[in-house]
T-cell receptor, first 114, second 110 residues
Framework: DQQVKQNSPSLSVQEGRISILNCDYTNSMFDYFLWYKKYPAEGPTFLISISSIKDKNEDGRFTVFLNKSAKHLSLHIVPSQPGDSAVYFCAASDNGGATNKLIFGTGTLLAVQP | DADVTQTPRNRITKTGKRIMLECSQTKGHDRMYWYRQDPGLGLQLIYYSFDVKDINKGEISDGYSVSRQAQAKFSLSLESAIPNQTALYFC?????????FGEGSRLTVL
């Protein structure tokens, strides 16, 4: 049973436009969410996180939105750049950020076209 | 030099062989993890350790074992490798807020 779901395996966006990556979860005990970015032949790297006490967190071009009632979060990248092309993983924890058991989604491959 | 180093980076082996993947870190973190990535399945937690004397099973620990030799070293073993253990394996450390991953070890079991 997939507790964290990324239903779009891939997304293609034009440079300069907005990229929106979506993530749904089923476990209402999750209270901390993270996005990781992964380039080929590299390990995933942390991008941005959000606690369940917030509904938005922003870091430069990246904004994460959390809708607890819908059990849904999204990552917005504005403006999108070719260097943003990577696989993006959504992850969730039920330990307030302790990350003892992060549950990951299946990933979305973002391609930003020049 | 990478903060989280995995060896080997690539390994091809045969069914039934014993394989060890090693991980070392210079970040000084107590918490270390082994994840497995398969196409279409994301990252799945195999084992994690909060300190040298603490080992915990993750989502998919069957067929795997681990050893925490020191704070900085955490190895993953496949006692008798099988083809469905072909995957990309990641070691990670944690500062309790996020995970820091190694570059991965690609294992192919023929």
């Amino acid at each position: 049973d997939q507790q964290v779901k990324q239903n779009s395996p891939s997304l293609s966006v034009q440079e300069g436009r907005i990229s929106i990556l979506n993530c749904d979860y089923t476990n209402s005990m999750f209270d901390y969410f993270l996005w990781y970015k992964k380039y080929p032949a590299e390990g995933p790297t942390f991008l941005i996180s959000i606690s369940s006490i917030k509904d938005k967190n922003e870091d430069g071009r990246f904004t994460v939105f959390l809708n607890k009632s819908a059990k849904h979060l999204s990552l917005h990248i504005v403006p999108s750049q070719p260097g943003d092309s990577a696989v993006y993983f959504c992850a969730a924890s039920d330990n307030g950020g302790a990350t003892n058991k992060l549950i990951f989604g299946t990933g979305t491959l973002l391609a930003v076209q020049p | 030099d990478a903060d989280v180093t995995q060896t080997p980076r690539n390994r091809i082996t045969k069914t039934g062989k014993r394989i060890m993947l090693e991980c070392s870190q210079t970040k000084g973190h107590d918490r270390m993890y082994w994840y497995r990535q398969d196409p279409g399945l994301g990252l799945q937690l195999i084992y994690y350790s909060f300190d040298v004397k603490d080992i915990n099973k993750g989502e998919i620990s069957d067929g795997y074992s681990v050893s925490r030799q020191a704070q900085a070293k955490f190895s993953l073993s496949l006692e008798s490798a099988i083809p469905n253990q072909t995957a990309l394996y990641f070691c990670a450390t944690s500062d309790r807020r996020e995970l820091f991953f190694g570059e991965g070890s690609r294992l192919t079991v023929l």
